[in-house]
């Protein structure tokens, strides 16, 4: 272990580039360690920080940039990765092939206080520590702490509702809680639900502290995950409770997820009002929209499978109803309007359907969530007026929804 007298920790985790069609032009050098190096440096970390890595021709634009008098890089040669999405909930590709990645995989060896790992495409890790955060990012062979022989005094998984399924192969909360507990030895356990928030136990038995999340009005959640635990490790490093450390990575995430960038982090903190979702119930979404060609249903099949990814139970014509004659489909639609408190509508184009189901909506009370990109302003002069919610951003508008159905 490092010497006492000045505090320590160790990152591992990702250096790659990020490039997601709804945003950006331009690929840009994140990834979960980076992002956690930059958590670690905003929020003022006073000790020495060493960070290990794989990274290839992209060395030296990491270097440049995070070049610290207090930071230590431990840089594996390897190949430049590359994550590519079409939009926050879908990635699409990495490249190089992850066969090929995994047949190089590299190894990363360390040993301090303070240790922070993230599960890597490029990397697998054995690590020593006093406290150990662990975060796997991924559900296909999903690693074990203890499983690689990696030790820790105090360890804390923290872990996404997949993951957690993964890992404990186990579908109800609570016996995911004690099956992982069992098989990892940790001192703490985050499950992260979506609109749930996230639970923390403290043993096996606990029935959990109910993490909230909070409601920005902007979301762009690529990288959010990577946010909430560097900002959970940092505290806890720092000798903050473990429910402290929680709630203020929680709050973290909404810091980050409106303007998506950790820059200016702790300011944000200090000044948090963003309202904590309060979950109230498992509401339904009617996901409304024009599905007569290939672009209008491949836009409709995102947004479902963005909503059930979150854990949101979802009504759409399109899977559930189907393609068919007026007296076939009419009927169940109404009844999929009339089990559902919030409505996810695609106005572009202003298909006569859509907008008879937002009037619908409307007349019975239902919170409509209006997606449009390409329309004037005057043509939803009536939407504006019933005080739908107006939303040009894809993502936002998939969390909006799924907020207003717990609510």
């Known amino acids: 272990m490092q010497g006492e007298d000045i505090r320590t920790a160790t990152i591992i985790g990702g250096s790659y580039k990020e490039v997601c069609d709804l945003y950006d032009e331009k690929p840009h ?46 840089l594996q040669d390897s190949h430049d990765v590359t994550f590519c999405y079409d939009h926050p909930f879908r990635m699409t590709s990495v490249y190089p092939r992850p066969d090929i990645l ?21 990397a697998d890790f054995k690590v020593k520590a006093k406290k ?11 690693p074990s702490y203890r499983g690689n022989g990696s030790e820790a005094e105090e360890l804390v998984m923290v872990l996404n509702a997949s993951e957690a399924k993964a890992l404990s192969e186990r579908e109800d909360l609570m016996e995911q809680r004690t099956m992982i507990f069992e098989k990892e030895n940790c001192q703490a356990l985050v499950i992260k639900q979506g609109v749930k928030g996230a639970m ?28 909430f635990t560097a900002t959970f490790a940092y505290k806890w490093f720092n000798g903050c409770a ?22 200016g982090l702790k300011d944000t903190l200090a000044i948090f009002n963003y309202p904590a979702l309060e979950y109230k119930r498992e509401g339904q979404v009617y996901l409304a929209g024009p599905f007569f060609s290939y672009s209008q249903k491949w836009l409709i099949g995102q947004f479902y499978r963005a909503l059930l990814g979150e854990g949101v139970k979802v009504f759409s014509p399109l899977h559930d109803v189907g393609i068919g004659e007026a007296q076939d489909v009419t009927e169940p639609d109404i009844e999929g309007l009339n089990d559902s408190n919030v409505v996810l509508a695609v106005v572009d184009g202003l298909d006569s359907g859509t907008l008879f189901e937002i009037g619908y909506a409307v007349s019975k009370g239902i919170k409509v969530v209006a997606y449009v990109q390409n329309e004037s302003k005057k043509s939803l002069q009536m939407l504006e007026g019933t005080h739908c919610d107006i ?13 207003y159905a717990a609510q």
């Not at 473990?242 to 820059?263: Q, R």
């Open 242 to 263: 473990l429910e402290e450390a929680a709630m203020t990575a929680s709050k973290a995430v909404a810091c980050f997820v409106a303007p998506h960038t950790v820059k």
């Open 29 to 74: 050098l994140k990834g979960s360690g980076l992002r956690a190096l930059e958590v670690f440096m905003e929020l003022g970390w006073d000790g020495n920080l060493t960070y290990h890595s794989c990274i290839g021709k992209n060395k030296p634009i990491l270097k440049s940039i995070y070049h610290r008098e207090n930071i230590k890089l431990m």
């Open 200 to 227: 923390l136990f403290r043993s096996k038995d606990d029935d959990g502290v109910q993490i909230p999340i909070y409601k920005t009005p902007k979301v762009n959640s690529i990288g959010s995950g990577d946010v």
């Open 391 to 403: 939303e040009t951003d894809f993502t936002t508008a998939i969390y909006k929804a799924s907020w």
């Open 132 to 142: 150990a955060v662990f975060d796997p990012q991924t559900t296909v062979m999903i």
């Open 102 to 122: 995994l047949y190089n995989k590299k190894r990363i060896e360390a040993e301090d206080e303070n240790v922070l790992v993230f599960g890597m495409i490029d």
